[in-house]
Antibody, heavy 119, light 108 residues
Framework: QVQLQESGPGLVRPSQTLSLTCTVS??????????WSWIRQHPVRGLEWIGY???????YYNPSLRSRVTVSLDTARNQFSLNLTSVTAADTAMYFC???????????WGQGTLVTVSS | EIVMTQSPATLSVSPGERVTLSCRAS??????LAWYQQRPGQAPRLLIY???TRATGIPARFSGRGFGTEFTLTISSLQSEDLATYYC??????????FGQGTRLEIK
């Protein structure tokens, strides 16, 4: 059974870069059977899909965040990471790493990590 | 972007009751719709995909129906552990995915 676990700072200063890592167990991120994605959840704005990376390194980002987002792979550690630059208070949210079926629905979720943007 | 609208926002229910939640898409998503359950303090969990297919381990009391723009999730006999917020998500025009705002079930 696949498990995903997010890690990273819970507090980020405005204008800085938010960096999170997802460690995957029970599945290989280089296996090619799924996309590896990030989704965030705002208290008011709800669930927002951020972007994915595929085993070969191909990525797709939500157009609303594309200019600030990078998702990368570390196949040796079976991890993938999120970088979100120039953060503001609007980026305060619970961040989830997820495994996406090739059709596009999220079949496994990490427990989530709360990131607060504040000085 | 396809906008997903769920109704109602909150539903007061009793254990044992039959519950139906609604989700509407701003344009056709064919059968490419998923439902998720999020219990308080937990991550969302996949319940239904492709409109009506239950995910692994999901009890038979959960069922999904619909095609195009109108979808429903039915819980045939509500259990206490079903008190949660339910989200629909379209994956017809994916990426990106788009989610509804959720329907929260609360005790009547």
């Amino acid at each position: 059974q696949v498990q995903l676990q997010e890690s990273g700072p819970g507090l980020v200063r405005p204008s800085q870069t938010l960096s999170l890592t997802c460690t995957v167990s029970g599945d290989s991120i280089k296996g090619g059977g799924h996309y590896w994605s990030w989704i965030r959840q705002h208290p008011v704005r709800g669930l927002e899909w951020i972007g994915y990376i595929y085993s070969g390194g191909a990525t797709y980002y939500n157009p609303s965040l594309r200019s600030r987002v990078t998702v990368s792979l570390d196949t040796a550690r079976n991890q993938f990471s999120l970088n979100l630059t120039s953060v503001t208070a609007a980026d305060t949210a619970m961040y989830f790493c997820v495994r996406d079926h090739l059709r596009g629905f999220s079949d496994s979720w990490g427990q989530g990590t709360l990131v607060t943007v504040s000085s | 972007e396809i906008v997903m609208t769920q109704s109602p926002a909150t539903l007061s229910v009793s254990p044992g009751e039959r519950v139906t939640l609604s989700c509407r898409a701003s344009q056709s998503v064919s059968a490419n719709l998923a439902w998720y359950q999020q219990r308080p303090g937990q991550a969302p969990r996949l319940l239904i995909y492709a409109g009506s297919t239950r995910a692994t381990g999901i009890p038979a009391r959960f069922s999904g129906r619909g095609f195009g723009t109108e979808f429903t999730l039915t819980i045939s006999s509500l259990q206490s552990e079903d008190l949660a917020t339910y989200y629909c998500q379209q994956f017809n025009n994916w990426p990106p995915a788009s989610f509804g705002q959720g329907t929260r079930l609360e005790i009547k």
